[in-house]
Each structure stands twice: as structure tokens, then as C-alpha cells.
């Protein structure tokens, strides 16, 4: 038995910390994330506001929520969450205008209220995802790869990592659940391959078919 059995492939230490930080990431993200979606939820359960609404609607000039939201609040005992400012109504439109800021973390939502178009909200965080992923895949294993939205470019690559030189690697990627949206890739070991593209939002799914028990192949999105 060698040394080199015995050793971890940096490579391998490298991407599993990359994937820890990806994930840490991912979890801030969504808890902000989260949070503004709670706040908007609270908003729009909260009867007593929606009714200082309705208020506005009936009559925007004479509303003493239109006035000052926020010290109507105060007064008349509607709870905001924490956070939440809304601004004085803009009545100098023909369509009063009522804005409330949601601030979460480094996220700023606006949740408005026109007397024409009703209620919408501006601002919101994009919704999580992780777009690059890296894993090993032994002879017959096969992995979904997430890819980017309609529209943004995403970049596969496919390398042979397995210790069984001079052989060649197969992979086969489909994308989606489309069975004639598939390419068949050969390539010497040790060389990578990498394909950018839209893919559409899709997952793709990139099988290991080389039959050699040393033959994994890395594969990696971003």
C-alpha cells in the first residue's frame, strides 16, 4: 500500500469546503429571505390595517390613516412588525398612494397600496438557489445539477478524476426529462470539458458510464 493511497486529494478537501461556505451562504440568504416574506405575510393578516385601508379607499381626503399611518397606528393599537415603516399617503395623484418599507438584513421591500391598482410589492430578494455545485461520480452514478433561469448562461464541466490512466471517460447529460435533449461525451482522462449555455432553467442530469472502477468523473456547474 502507498502513501498516496492513504492521502485525501486536496482537490476533494477543497470542494468539500467550498460547499460548506456555499450552503453557510445559502442559509443566510434564506433566513433574510424568509423574514421578509413573515413580515409581508403579517401585513397582509392583519385585518385592523387592512381596514385603515379600506378607509383610504372610501375617503382619501378625510382618512386620518392617510394623514400619518404611523401615528394612526399607534393610536388606534395596530401592531406592526418590527421593521416596518410606512410612509405618509401620497395624495397628489389622482390615486392615493400608501407606501410600507420592509427592511430585513440588507433586503429593502416596498408593500404599496394605490387606490387604482390595489396592493403589489417592489424589491423582493431574489429566491435562493445554489447555481454551483462540484461532485464525484463513481462508474454508473448519475446526479442532478441545478442550472440557471431561462436566460443566464450556465457552465457544466466534466472532468475525469479516478486514478485509472490512459483510459477514456463517458458521461451522458440530459437535460430536463427530455430523452432527445442528450449528449453523449468521450474525453482522455484528466481532461476537462465544459459546456455554457441556456439551458433553460432546467436540472441536468449527468450520468458516469465509463465501466472502469477507478474511472470517477468531477463535475462542477456555475
Known amino acids: 500500500m502507498t502513501r498516496d493511497l492513504l492521502r485525501v486529494p486536496e482537490e476533494d478537501v477543497l470542494a468539500h469546503e467550498r460547499r460548506v461556505d456555499e450552503l453557510r451562504e445559502a442559509m443566510r440568504l434564506a433566513e433574510e429571505e424568509i423574514a421578509v416574506h413573515e413580515v409581508l405575510l403579517d401585513l397582509a393578516r392583519n385585518d385592523r390595517l387592512i381596514a385603515a385601508v379600506g378607509e383610504l379607499y372610501d375617503d382619501p381626503s378625510g382618512s386620518r390613516f392617510g394623514r400619518d399611518p404611523s401615528k394612526y397606528c399607534a393610536e388606534e393599537g395596530i401592531s406592526l412588525p418590527e421593521g416596518v415603516e410606512i410612509n405618509a399617503v401620497d395624495t397628489t395623484d389622482s390615486s392615493p398612494r400608501m407606501i410600507a418599507v420592509v427592511r430585513r438584513g ?25 447555481f454551483a455545485e462540484e461532485a464525484i461520480l463513481d462508474p454508473g452514478q448519475s446526479r442532478q445539477f441545478p442550472t440557471k433561469a431561462a436566460g443566464k448562461q450556465t457552465k457544466l464541466c466534466v472532468r475525469s478524476s479516478g486514478t485509472d490512466s490512459g483510459r477514456e471517460l463517458t458521461v451522458l447529460i440530459t437535460a430536463g426529462l427530455a430523452e432527445d435533449d442528450e449528449w453523449l461525451y468521450t474525453l482522455p482522462n484528466g481532461d476537462e470539458n465544459c459546456i455554457s449555455r441556456d439551458w433553460g432553467g432546467v436540472f441536468l442530469t449527468v450520468r458516469n458510464l465509463r465501466g472502469s472502477p477507478q474511472g470517477q468523473v468531477r463535475v462542477r456547474t456555475s
Open 106 to 130: 440588507a433586503s429593502e421591500v416596498q408593500a404599496m397600496w394605490d387606490r387604482e391598482t390595489g396592493f403589489s410589492t417592489r424589491g423582493l430578494p431574489n429566491r435562493v438557489a445554489i
